[in-house]
């Protein structure tokens, strides 16, 4: 069963073999229970032993390592584990603490985080949606998009071990589907019947490797990688509003007038939520007050920048009337197509033939999923629901199952395919997030009933036509706004994104950071070198052959080691700058 898993490691497997390669073998005796023993420590590469005189008192059984939240023995996971093995450990661990994470949820912090992410949410919905229908000519669209992730959102909420995470469409995947499309369009084969048999491989090969437990490749990533993967997907969210906005300057469907106003709103919008989320840790009102201005900060500042286009509406009239949010009035297909997909007009060569693009959606599939639930499963961030301290694999098995079986199902009805994203989930989190009086993170609030519900609005807007219509009057401008926010926001405690301002300060104020004792020179090199990768990425992505996108993804972690083996970087440096 290990050997069906082969086809997602055709990338991922340099990461065993070059971590293997700076390894040290080593053959460890140990003696049985209340004996007084030496150790023996046997490394066959340098032919020396260390001793180590010590008391043990442990049974026969092989070491076992203890839980620290627990005190109790846990087992070290391996590479690939027993069919269902890393699954039943995540939902063991997690089911039973399903009541609190409905319960935990009813409070004025949780609301102010679904109304937060129901509008981050929602937007890139419906941009995504309209992307999608221009690179699939219609047969998948806004409304499918907008299905998608309310029905996709609120099954993942309520069925994922790591619930704080959040799915959505991304741009890798939809450059990816765009290809596919071209494909068909080039081989004479009909589109929506090959995006569902690549779909239904992909999801057979994303189940098998869920069961065998194949996300434990992400111990082989280090905060080199996701440092750069969490700035690349911020840098998208900011060069999308930026694009957006400046736009409207250089079209020919605008006026300046509507040019300025645009970039007003915007501007109003990321502005209020950006001051109202730091009022936290100022000593203005009291406590309670700011900490509610600071829960609620992006919805008011979408409130506030809706209100001020509708006033300049009512002024200036046409002349101030900015484009707004669209969403379909119906509920039906996009191409006005039957929702169930027609498997056998594929020719049977192809259906088999689909296997191949499968694999490099695998690809993207896994590591988007995986890099982002690591990102939320971080330390900092002081979970413990069926949590083992400073272990960022707990879950992501049992995600990755729900995510192969949403896969399947959106595969069959030509929904999108959604993926864990990850500005959304970080944003999620931090909104969840406990802070002490010096704005260090205490403790998050981890439950399920904030993603359902944010999933749910979402849905009514599909379904009922008074949220609809209500939403179509917010102007795009404040959704660029807070795609603003939600990319700078999810910045902070980034270390690569700190380095990179540590260029433009002056170093005789600036805080002592843990990577202070390193040369100057080797922290700029290092830096350097992930902003190139960061610059690469970016330009891979936007290019032809944007469908490589997850190989350069999965190249970073070799990179990483091939550093530190060839001595551009020192060990005892790269371990100060990438620890984890």
């Not at 180590?52 to 059984?61: D, F, I, T």
């Not at 083992?388 to 990755?400: S, Y």
């Not at 959304?424 to 009086?437: E, G, T, Y």
């Amino acid at each position: 069963m290990k050997l069906l898993c082969t086809p997602i490691l055709l990338v991922l497997s340099q990461y065993s073999c070059v971590v293997s390669a700076f390894s040290v073998p080593a053959q460890l005796t140990v003696a049985p229970r209340a004996f007084s023993t030496g150790m023996h420590l046997h490394c066959p590469k340098t032919h020396g032993a260390i001793r180590a005189s010590s008391k043990l008192h442990m049974a026969e059984e092989p070491f076992l390592p203890l839980d620290d939240s627990t005190g109790e023995s846990v087992e070290k996971e391996q590479l690939f584990e027993g069919l269902g093995k890393g699954i039943a450990r995540d939902y063991k661990a997690r089911l039973p603490l399903m009541k609190s994470d409905i319960t935990d949820g009813f409070n004025t912090q949780s609301l102010a985080a679904i109304l937060f992410l129901f509008f981050a949410c929602l937007a890139p919905a419906v941009g995504f949606g309209g992307l999608f229908a221009a690179a699939t000519n219609g047969a998948i669209g806004t409304i499918e998009m907008i299905s998608s992730t309310a029905a996709c959102g609120f099954i993942y909420a309520l069925t994922a071990a790591q619930p704080l995470t959040i799915i959505g469409s991304t741009g890798p995947v939809l450059a990816f589907v765009a290809c596919l499309a071209q494909l068909g369009k080039a081989t004479s084969l009909p589109f929506l019947p090959l995006y569902a048999w690549t779909g239904l491989w992909t999801s057979a090969i994303l189940f098998l490797s869920s069961i065998t437990s194949a996300s434990n490749l992400v111990k082989y990533l280090t905060r080199f990688t996701d440092e750069i993967f969490s700035v690349l997907i911020s840098t998208i969210f900011v060069i999308e509003a930026i694009s957006d906005v400046g736009g409207t300057f250089t079209s020919p469907e605008s006026t300046f007038t509507k040019a300025l106003l645009t970039l007003t709103i915007a501007t109003v919008t990321y502005g209020t939520a950006t001051v109202l989320k730091g009022l936290r840790n100022t000593v203005y009102f009291t406590k309670s007050i700011r900490n509610n201005l600071s829960n609620f900060a992006p919805t008011i500042g979408v409130v506030f920048g809706s209100l001020l286009a509708r006033s300049a509406r009512l002024a200036h009239g046409a002349e101030a009337l900015l484009p707004a949010l669209t969403i379909p009035s119906k509920f039906q297909s996009t191409s006005g197509r039957p929702w169930l997909i027609p498997l056998m007009d594929l020719p049977v060569w192809a259906r088999f033939a689909s296997f191949l693009p499968a694999l490099m959606a695998v690809t993207l599939l896994f590591l988007d999923q995986n890099i982002t639930v690591r990102l939320v499963n971080n330390p900092m961030y002081k979970m413990k629901k069926g949590r083992r301290k400073g272990n960022v694999l707990d879950g992501m098995h049992a995600d990755l199952l729900v995510i192969s079986a949403l896969t399947a199902v959106t595969s069959l009805i030509g929904f999108p395919w959604l993926v864990a994203a990850t500005v959304r989930s970080i944003s999620h989190v931090r909104a969840l997030s406990k802070f002490d009086k010096d704005g260090n993170i205490e403790s998050s609030m981890e439950q399920r009933l904030t993603g359902m519900s944010i999933h749910a609005l979402i849905g009514s807007c599909v379904v009922f036509a008074k949220p609809r219509n209500l939403l179509t009057q917010v102007p795009r401008p404040v959704l660029m706004g807070l795609f603003m926010y939600l990319g700078i926001s999810a910045l902070p405690g980034n270390e690569m994104w700190e380095r990179i301002k540590g260029f433009f300060t002056d170093k005789k104020l600036a805080k002592v950071e843990k990577w202070s004792s390193v040369p100057p020179k080797v922290t700029t090199m290092f830096t350097a070198i992930q902003v190139a990768c960061l610059g690469a990425m970016l330009w891979v992505k936007s290019s032809p052959i944007g469908v490589l996108f997850p190989v350069i993804i999965a190249m970073l972690a070799p990179l990483r080691f091939g550093l530190e083996k060839t001595g551009i970087i020192k060990k005892e440096y790269m371990d100060i700058l990438d620890e984890e």
